[in-house]
Each structure stands twice: as structure tokens, then as C-alpha cells.
């Protein structure tokens, strides 16, 4: 009796602790914390704002091409051939739709309320969405477990990513190289990935925390990937890109809520 009820406890923890995994898609969880979003040795990465976030998931992997094709019906990337390669040429609309449908799928509340090109983003569903920029940069960088590496995962930049100097000009299998301190792989580059936010230049606090709709507002992105130089694959650089516009480098990594 005792063997049942220690098993049915570790049941629920491990429930409560991971969250169903979509198709087999792996979430890791991030304990949030406190820390100055944007900054780097170099200070070439501005602004830095400090950010107080909550606990959370995010996927241990890059979203493939198979994972987005078994939920959309459609492979859209350049980039074919191999096993687990991440899905790129994505708008960030295709993303968003994208963790509607697997909320659905999983009868979870969506995260996202779509209405005439506009998006809506309630932070209380527990459906599936893409990471706010600072949860992306959060996680990358080792969380609480930071360990203060020059790229995500390591000094040595070939060993976690995918970049100019490695890639071939094409992106790779997700999971090849190392992870970060959190578990996560490809954090430091093989495709740039959508974060929910829209991109401002001088952001701040509320800015990077934001959940008030946008329509047709420049998105930031987040990562390097196989096209990048190594001086842009510190976890910490900001980008953006059109929402209704996809790219060879560019995809997702899916965030949920952790309660």
C-alpha cells in the first residue's frame, strides 16, 4: 500500500513539475527570478532593464519541421531532407496560429485571441505561446543556474551553435550540439525564433512585459543561426522582424505557463 502511494505521489509531481508534452516536444522548467535583461561585458547590447519574471516552461528544442507539419497540415522551409531539422520561413502570425491550434489540440485555453490582424495575448491561459523576449533571454543565458558562459551553454562557440563559420549555409538537426545550463539546445544559433513581443529600441520593464495587443508591429527575434557571426551569439542580442513575414533563419521554441 505504501509502494502504490509513494508511486501516486511521484505521479503527481511529475505532473505538476512537466507539462504534457505535444507530440512528443520536451519542456523544460525555468524557476524565474530577477535579472538585468540586455547585459553583456562587451555592453554592446542596449538597453539593459532589469526584469522580474515569474517560474515557466519552455522547449528543450527548436519546433521541427515534422512537430509543425502534424499540427498545420504544411511544411513552408527551404531547408528539407533530414530528421528534426527545425521549421523555418514561418511569419510570426504562423507561430501564433501555430500554439492556438496545439492549445486545441490538447483542449487547453488558448493563449492567443486573433481578430482582424490584431493579436491578443491572455497571460493567465495555460495553453501553448511563444516565450516574452525576456523569458527567451532568461533561459538562454542559464536562469538561476547561470554559469556566466560566453554563448548559451559554453565558451567555446562550436560547441553550442550552428553559425556561419560551422553551418554549411543550411540549418542542422536540432539537439547536435550542447545544451545550456537549463537542458535547452540551440539557444546560441541554428535559426533565429519569434518572441511574443514588439520591438522597441529604448525598451523597458513594462515595454518588455507587455500584454497589450499589437497589430502589424516589428517582432523581436531572438538567437543566432546558421547565417550569423559569432559576435551575435551571446544570448543577449536583440533583433526584429515583420510579422507577416517569414525567413531561412527564422522559427520558434514554444512557452507555457508553469501553473
Keep these: 500500500m505504501k509502494t502504490l502511494l509513494l508511486t501516486i505521489l511521484i505521479t503527481v509531481i511529475s ?4 507539462p504534457q508534452s505535444p507530440d512528443g516536444y520536451e519542456m523544460v522548467p525555468v524557476t524565474g527570478g530577477t535579472f538585468t535583461a540586455g ?10 532593464v532589469q526584469v522580474t519574471l515569474p517560474d515557466f516552461f519552455i522547449g528543450k528544442y527548436e519546433v521541427t519541421q515534422e512537430f ?20 523555418e520561413k514561418v511569419t510570426w502570425y504562423d507561430a501564433v496560429e501555430f500554439c492556438n491550434r496545439l492549445s486545441e489540440k490538447y483542449n487547453l485555453e488558448k493563449a492567443y485571441s486573433i481578430k482582424e490582424g490584431i493579436v491578443s495575448f491572455n497571460p493567465a491561459a495555460n495553453g501553448y505561446r511563444l516565450p516574452r523576449e525576456a523569458e527567451w533571454e532568461f533561459a538562454a543565458t542559464g ?3 547561470r554559469k556566466n558562459y560566453l554563448f548559451p551553454g559554453s565558451n567555446k562557440v562550436g560547441e553550442v551553435a ?12 536540432v539537439g547536435l550540439k550542447l545544451p545550456n545550463e537549463l537542458g535547452l539546445y540551440d539557444m546560441a544559433g541554428n535559426v533565429r525564433e519569434w518572441c511574443w513581443d514588439f520591438y522597441s529600441e529604448n525598451a523597458t520593464e513594462a515595454d518588455i512585459l507587455t500584454e497589450a495587443p499589437f497589430v502589424l508591429s516589428e517582432r523581436v527575434t ?9 559576435a551575435i551569439l551571446n544570448g543577449r542580442d536583440r533583433s526584429y522582424d515583420n510579422p507577416t513575414i517569414g525567413a531561412w533563419n527564422l522559427g520558434l521554441r514554444l512557452a507555457r505557463n508553469s501553473k
Design 15 to 18: 505532473i505538476k513539475a512537466y
Design 39 to 48: 547585459k553583456n561585458e562587451q555592453e554592446r547590447v542596449k538597453p539593459t
Design 68 to 87: 509543425w507539419e502534424s499540427v498545420m497540415g504544411k511544411n513552408p522551409s527551404k531547408f528539407t531532407g533530414e530528421k528534426n531539422l527545425p521549421v
Design 143 to 145: 536562469g538561476t543556474q
Design 162 to 173: 550552428w553559425y556561419k563559420e560551422n553551418s554549411g549555409d543550411k540549418t542542422h538537426p
Design 222 to 230: 531572438r538567437g543566432g543561426n546558421w547565417m550569423s557571426s559569432q
